[in-house]
T-cell receptor, first 115, second 114 residues
Framework: DAGITQSPRHKVTETGTPVTLRCHQTENHRYMYWYRQDPGHGLRLIHY???????DKGEVSDGYSVSRSKTEDFLLTLESATSSQTSVYFCAIRGLTGRGTGELFFGEGSRLTVL | AQSVTQPDIHITVSEGASLELRCNYS??????LFWYVQSPGQGLQLLLKYFSGDTLVQGIKGFEAEFKRSQSSFNLRKPSVHWSDAAEYFC????????????FGGGTRVLVKP
């Protein structure tokens, strides 16, 4: 158990409404990530954070914003949800081994449906 | 930009038979390579990783993978598949400092026949 909690686990919303997904970790890891998973695309990186208030874009960041005001929480916000953002969202934290090899530990996922 | 290709979308294998999943990557520098497994409705679990040294890497659940730089491949193998190995498998390559940004392939779904 890597100590990652995502909330909500399931959400149905309507087009145009704002949505915030929360990722909470108890491991005090510096790096946190948001991925989305869609059939045939594997996992695609949305945004990641390398420290409090330090974030960067991934390959599919359009329409998403993130915030990290404290080490343990990483929020993903869809300012105005669209049907193309229907997906399963995974949060991940980066475990540091003795050689810092970047192994990621994943949460259970948040399934978002935008009608 | 780095990329990962998993040519097989679905593979069906009989229980007890061997399994090989293919992964090809595109990355200019020495890659950090990973294989993850995802059971239905679950998150991803790391099977094994490669960053340097011996090109044959052993992982959990009896899996191994071999890094071949000349072929830009990191194929996953298991000698004898169990029904519990039915899942989706993802190959990933890491870039940046110690591979802190992972790019994933599209995944291979494995079905195990009794």
């Amino acid at each position: 158990d890597a100590g990652i909690t995502q909330s909500p686990r399931h959400k149905v919303t309507e087009t145009g409404t704002p949505v915030t997904l929360r990722c909470h970790q108890t491991e005090n890891h510096r790096y946190m990530y948001w991925y989305r998973q869609d059939p045939g695309h594997g996992l695609r990186l949305i945004h990641y954070s390398y420290g409090v208030k330090d974030t960067d874009k991934g390959e599919v960041s359009d329409g998403y914003s993130v915030s990290r005001s404290k080490t343990e929480d990483f929020l993903l916000t869809l300012e105005s949800a669209t049907s193309s953002q229907t997906s399963v969202y995974f949060c991940a934290i980066r475990g540091l081994t003795g050689r810092g090899t970047g192994e990621l530990f994943f949460g259970e996922g948040s399934r978002l449906t935008v009608l | 930009a780095q990329s990962v290709t998993q040519p097989d979308i679905h593979i069906t294998v009989s229980e007890g038979a061997s399994l090989e999943l293919r992964c090809n990557y595109s990355y200019g520098a020495t890659p950090y390579l990973f294989w993850y497994v995802q059971s239905p409705g679950q998150g991803l679990q790391l099977l094994l990783k490669y960053f340097s040294g011996d090109t044959l890497v052993q992982g959990i659940k009896g899996f191994e993978a071999e890094f071949k730089r000349s072929q830009s491949s990191f194929n996953l193998r298991k000698p004898s598949v169990h029904w519990s190995d039915a899942a989706e498998y993802f190959c990933a390559v890491g870039e940046g400092a110690a591979g802190n940004k992972l790019t994933f392939g599209g995944g291979t779904r494995v079905l195990v026949k009794p």
